[in-house]
């Protein structure tokens, strides 16, 4: 799967009931990604991919319970659970002003005023904000960077690169 046309939403942790539904782990939490009628295409573990189409999905706890019309049973939802889901770009709902999807923002270079700290190799979600993490390919080093607007200043996916000002006590 090409990375500029499709963006991963979520994966697949688990069953729920014996008809088929699988819980969603949804990567950005908007159940309008969910849409039913729209295609998601589904990649495992071992790199097997599969396209279901959904039925319907709602709200559970902090996942969402999905139905799809190529999932009818028990057996064939938990052959499933563990795939990753991914949707075409243009099937996705207009992103709000300064909001950007994480597979957007891994790889990034980040810099604090015109040094580089490194790139973000991964996004870790908190209640408060998501935790960009910062690693420099030459020490290891990690950096934590929340994601907040008094830290994050100017974001240029074009260029590859996140501006950041850190506060004294990181």
């Known amino acids: 799967m090409n990375s500029s046309e499709f963006l991963c939403v979520g994966k697949i942790v688990g069953i729920h009931g014996i008809r088929g539904t699988v819980r969603v782990y949804s990567h950005s939490g908007d159940i309008a990604e969910f849409s039913q009628g729209n295609t998601l295409f589904l990649r495992g573990p071992k790199g097997d991919e599969r396209v279901c189409t959904i039925e319907w999905c709602k709200p559970h706890g902090r996942h969402f319970l999905l139905g799809a019309l190529e999932l009818d049973s028990r057996e064939q939802a938990a052959a499933v659970v563990g795939y990753e889901l991914f949707a075409l770009r243009a099937s ?79």
Request: aromatic share 6%.
């Open 92 to 170: 996705l709902p207009p992103l709000e002003d300064d909001t950007y999807y994480w597979d957007d923002l891994i790889g990034l270079a980040v810099f604090d005023k015109k040094t580089l700290l490194g790139r973000i190799t991964s996004i870790i979600p908190t209640p408060g904000n998501d935790v960009y993490v910062v690693t420099d390919a030459d020490t290891g080093k990690e950096t934590l960077v929340p994601a907040l607007k008094s830290v994050v200043g100017h974001i240029d996916l074009a260029a590859g690169t996140m501006q950041v000002s850190l506060p004294e006590s990181l």
